[in-house]
Nanobody, 125 residues
Framework: VQLQASGGGLVQAGDSLRLSCAASGGTLGGTLMAWFRQAPGKEREFVAGSAWRGGSTTYSDFVRGRFTISREDAKNTVYLQMNSLKAEDTAVYYC???????????????????WGQGTLVTVSS
């Protein structure tokens, strides 16, 4: 399975963007999915996750209430709707997947065995 992230771009503070992560070569059913981001000079950090069962989602405090993760397993696609963007949201955003069924949710990058190539989001203030 390969993941392809898209939807990044240059926006102004307060604007919205929707990122997409499309899977090819397999399905996302039974896969824990998440979005991470990495700003220049910083470590990769967890943004949001979507459990492989039960429909639960988790968010980091700095995006809760502004970002929404959703998934359409029938389309093998995961989304990240980002509203009220801030300059500090500027980063490369990565989608990730874990097929092990070990975790309902995980904020740790090493838990994930699938990674997309990243899409750059730049928010100007």
């Amino acid at each position: 399975v390969q993941l392809q992230a898209s939807g990044g771009g240059l926006v102004q503070a307060g604007d919205s963007l929707r990122l997409s992560c499309a899977a090819s070569g397999g399905t996302l059913g039974g896969t824990l999915m998440a979005w991470f981001r990495q700003a220049p000079g910083k470590e990769r950090e967890f943004v949001a996750g979507s459990a492989w069962r039960g429909g639960s989602t988790t968010y980091s405090d700095f995006v809760r209430g502004r970002f929404t993760i959703s998934r359409e397993d029938a389309k093998n696609t995961v989304y990240l709707q980002m509203n009220s963007l801030k300059a500090e949201d500027t980063a490369v955003y990565y989608c990730a997947g874990d097929r092990s069924l070990r975790y309902t949710n995980s904020r740790i990058p090493s838990a994930y065995d699938l990674w997309g190539q990243g899409t750059l989001v730049t928010v100007s203030s």
